[in-house]
C-alpha cells in the first residue's frame, strides 16, 4: 500500500520545474547538434534555398548583399531556423513525455497520432512552398519588372521572405490537426463546419491575400491547398466523432 501511495502521489511544483527545466535543455542541445552538423554546409543551405528565385532571375543577374555582415549572418540565420525545423520531431518529444503523464489513457491515444501528423505536415507545406510555389512565383514576379529595372535581391531581404513564406505554408497545412482537435474536445461538430463550408473558402483565400505577396498566383496556390486540407480534415472529423459517439453509446459498451 506504501509503495502504491508513493507511486501515485503527485509531483511537487519544484519537481515538474525541474523537469521543465531538463526538457528544455535537452530541446536546445538537439537544436545546437544540429547546428553544428549543418553550419559546415549552411552556404551551399543558402544557396539551396536561394535557387528557385536564381533559376528565375534574368541571364547576367545575380543576388547582391547591401550589409556588411550579410554575406555571414543570412547563411547563419537559414542555418539556425533548419536546425529548429529539423529537431522539431526530438523538441515535441520532449514535450509529449512532459505533459503525457498528467493525460487520460484515451487522450494519449489520440494525440501521437496527432503529434505525428503535425509534424508531417508542416513539413509538406514547406516542402509545397519550396518545390510548387516558389518557382511559379519568383517567376512571376521577374517577368513583370518594369524595362530597365534589374532584378537584384538583397540575401538577408530574400531569405526573410522565404522564412516566412515557410511558415505561413507549414502553419497552414496543420488545418485538418486543428479541425479534429476542435471537433475531439467539442467545440465544434462537423455538421457546423461542412455548414458554414462557403465561408471558410472565402477565409482561405483572405488567409492567403494576407500571408502571401500581393499577386494572384501565390494567393491561389494558398488559399486552395487550404480548403483541400480543411475537406480532409472534415473526414478525419467524422471518424473522431463517430468513434466519440461509440464509446458513449451504452449498447456499444454492452457488446
Not at 526538457?23 to 535557387?51: G, P
Amino acid at each position: 500500500m506504501t509503495e502504491e501511495h508513493g507511486e501515485d502521489t503527485p509531483q511537487t511544483l519544484i519537481s515538474h520545474l525541474l523537469e521543465l527545466r531538463n526538457r528544455l535543455l535537452k530541446a536546445v542541445i538537439a537544436v545546437l547538434v544540429v547546428f553544428l552538423c549543418l553550419f559546415y554546409f549552411s552556404r551551399e543551405l543558402y544557396t539551396l534555398v536561394a535557387r528557385p528565385l536564381m533559376d528565375a532571375m534574368p541571364v547576367g543577374t545575380q543576388m547582391i548583399a547591401t550589409g556588411v555582415a550579410s554575406p555571414f549572418l543570412a547563411p547563419f540565420k537559414l542555418t539556425l531556423y533548419l536546425s529548429i525545423f529539423g529537431a522539431m520531431p526530438f523538441i515535441l518529444h520532449q514535450a509529449w513525455a512532459f505533459v503525457a503523464p498528467g493525460l487520460y489513457k484515451h487522450e494519449k491515444r489520440l494525440a501521437v497520432p496527432l503529434l505525428v501528423s503535425s509534424v508531417l505536415l508542416f513539413y509538406a507545406g514547406a516542402a509545397f512552398a519550396y518545390f510548387v510555389v516558389f518557382p511559379l512565383m519568383f517567376q512571376f514576379f521577374t517577368t513583370v519588372a518594369p524595362e530597365g529595372v534589374a532584378v537584384t535581391t538583397d540575401i538577408s531581404s530574400y531569405l526573410d521572405f522565404v522564412l516566412a513564406l515557410f511558415l505561413a505554408f507549414g502553419f497552414a497545412f496543420e488545418l485538418p490537426i486543428a479541425i479534429v482537435l476542435l471537433v475531439a474536445t467539442g467545440l465544434v461538430t462537423v455538421e457546423k463546419l461542412s455548414a458554414s463550408r462557403a465561408y471558410v473558402v472565402v477565409g482561405c483565400f483572405v488567409i492567403g491575400m494576407l500571408l502571401t505577396p500581393p499577386d494572384i498566383v501565390s494567393q491561389t496556390l494558398l488559399a486552395v491547398p487550404m480548403w483541400l486540407l480543411f475537406e480532409i480534415g472534415l473526414l478525419f472529423g467524422r471518424a473522431v466523432q463517430r468513434r466519440q459517439a461509440d464509446q458513449d453509446d451504452p449498447a456499444t459498451d454492452g457488446d
